[in-house]
């Protein structure tokens, strides 16, 4: 039988050095390196602005809250929110604590991703926005996606947490919608995949 371990080290002498420099500056949020972190995160996914926070659970959490904390909210409680059946609670359950209404729509069995007529026939006029999740590194077909949501006023965020490098032609997941979560937690690297 071949075990894999679910978490292993793969820190070396580069990252502890750089774990003691933080340490050293007693500065452990919003300092300089996350500054920098933030702006060439930014620079390789392709957005014009990213903002760091501790876990892509956090990351989805403060996507929602921002679509209710602006001067013109851009969702109400009780607002509509199309999710794929297959994610992970993190990506549901900020929509519920923000009392949105979730209307999951199956997946693709061959992409894991939403199956396209059924996300179509999903929409209603209650339809706010759609929760896009590329799940293990497989982009959705956003070409897709905006031709059903069309000129309808949907709102597209993408949980993009376990695809960070992902492209779908040419342009990296997480920056098809208004905003994408991402995350750099350790895991099993799934392989990446880049629909041309």
Same mark, same amino acid.
């Given at each position: 039988m071949i075990k894999f371990p679910l978490a292993s080290s793969t820190w070396d002498d580069k990252e502890l050095t750089a774990i003691h420099s933080v340490i050293e500056r007693d500065q452990y949020t919003m300092g300089p390196k996350v500054k920098e972190f933030e702006e060439r995160f930014a620079e390789y996914v392709g957005a014009k602005h990213a903002v760091m926070v501790n876990s892509g659970s956090s990351a989805n959490l403060l996507a929602i809250a921002a679509l209710f904390y602006t001067k013109i909210p851009r969702l109400k409680r009780g607002d509509e929110v199309i999710v794929p059946a297959v994610s992970w609670a993190t990506t549901y359950y900020p929509l519920y604590q923000y009392g949105l209404k979730l209307k999951f729509v199956d997946v693709d069995l061959h992409t894991l991703n939403f199956d396209l007529e059924q996300l179509a026939a999903a929409i209603t006029p209650s339809t706010k926005m759609i929760f896009a999740v590329n799940l293990l590194g497989n982009p959705n077909?956003?070409?897709?996606? /905006?031709?059903?949501?069309?000129?309808?006023?949907?709102?597209?965020?993408?949980?993009?947490?376990?695809?960070?490098?992902?492209?779908? /032609?040419g342009q990296q997941t997480g920056t098809f919608g208004l905003m994408g979560t991402y995350s750099t937690f350790f895991r099993i690297i799934w392989p990446r995949w880049r629909v041309v």
């Amino acid at each position: 039988m071949i075990k894999f371990p679910l978490a292993s080290s793969t820190w070396d002498d580069k990252e502890l050095t750089a774990i003691h420099s933080v340490i050293e500056r007693d500065q452990y949020t919003m300092g300089p390196k996350v500054k920098e972190f933030e702006e060439r995160f930014a620079e390789y996914v392709g957005a014009k602005h990213a903002v760091m926070v501790n876990s892509g659970s956090s990351a989805n959490l403060l996507a929602i809250a921002a679509l209710f904390y602006t001067k013109i909210p851009r969702l109400k409680r009780g607002d509509e929110v199309i999710v794929p059946a297959v994610s992970w609670a993190t990506t549901y359950y900020p929509l519920y604590q923000y009392g949105l209404k979730l209307k999951f729509v199956d997946v693709d069995l061959h992409t894991l991703n939403f199956d396209l007529e059924q996300l179509a026939a999903a929409i209603t006029p209650s339809t706010k926005m759609i929760f896009a999740v590329n799940l293990l590194g497989n982009p959705n077909d956003f070409d897709k996606i /905006k031709d059903i949501i069309g000129s309808r006023d949907i709102l597209l965020l993408e949980d993009n947490c376990e695809s960070l490098g992902a492209t779908y /032609k040419g342009q990296q997941t997480g920056t098809f919608g208004l905003m994408g979560t991402y995350s750099t937690f350790f895991r099993i690297i799934w392989p990446r995949w880049r629909v041309v």
